[in-house]
């Protein structure tokens, strides 16, 4: 439970929020609904040829296919994450997300203007990993493999190690 109680001496009760809980909560929350719920082609749009402003109903189609849930946790698990310590359950969630969703998570990004979210995401996703024991900021290229080669900012990324070898060095 995120909410808590504590006990003042003569000052009844004070309730907070423990905030390493809610982050806790929140992260695993967002990157569950992010592997159930992201899809190929998630707004069912006729091409992907067209920008998004060439596409007259879009609005409309992020709408009705990208709740407003969904699209806090495309924007905001990382920041989430930024919060805790390395574990090895959000570990996986985060490996399944890039072997499998990656790139829906782009277009998500991209559909909602903010795709400029995504350089922040890598970047605290970095140094989570390296918060992790026996996880340097070097492994991050494992991440980048199974980002499908995908560019970020320009930067072309390297194929690196497997996912079972970064779980080896743990």
């Known amino acids: 439970m995120v909410l808590k109680e504590k006990k003042k001496k003569g000052k009844g009760n004070v309730f907070y929020v423990d905030l390493r809980v809610a982050h806790?909560?929140?992260?695993h929350s967002?990157?569950?609904l992010v592997l159930d719920s992201l899809q190929f082609n998630i707004c069912k749009l006729e091409s992907s040829y067209l920008a998004n402003k060439d596409v007259e109903d879009l609005e409309v189609r992020i709408v009705r296919h990208l709740p407003p849930a969904l699209s806090y946790a495309c924007r905001f698990w990382h920041y989430h994450l930024g919060h805790l310590d390395f574990?090895?359950?959000l570990f996986g969630k985060l490996q399944t997300f890039f072997e499998k969703k990656f790139l829906f998570w782009l277009e998500a990004l991209s559909l909602t203007s903010d795709m400029g979210l995504a350089s922040p995401a890598f970047l605290s996703l970095s140094e989570w990993l390296?918060?992790?024991q026996g996880v340097s900021v070097e492994m991050w290229c494992v991440v980048c493999a199974h980002a499908r080669n995908t560019s970020v900012s320009g930067t072309d990324l390297v194929a690196c190690p497997s996912w079972d070898?970064?779980?080896a060095c743990r």
């Open 30 to 32: 967002c990157l569950s």
């Open 130 to 132: 390296a918060s992790g």
């Open 87 to 89: 574990e090895t359950d």
């Open 165 to 167: 070898a970064l779980v």
């Open 24 to 27: 806790h909560q929140l992260a």
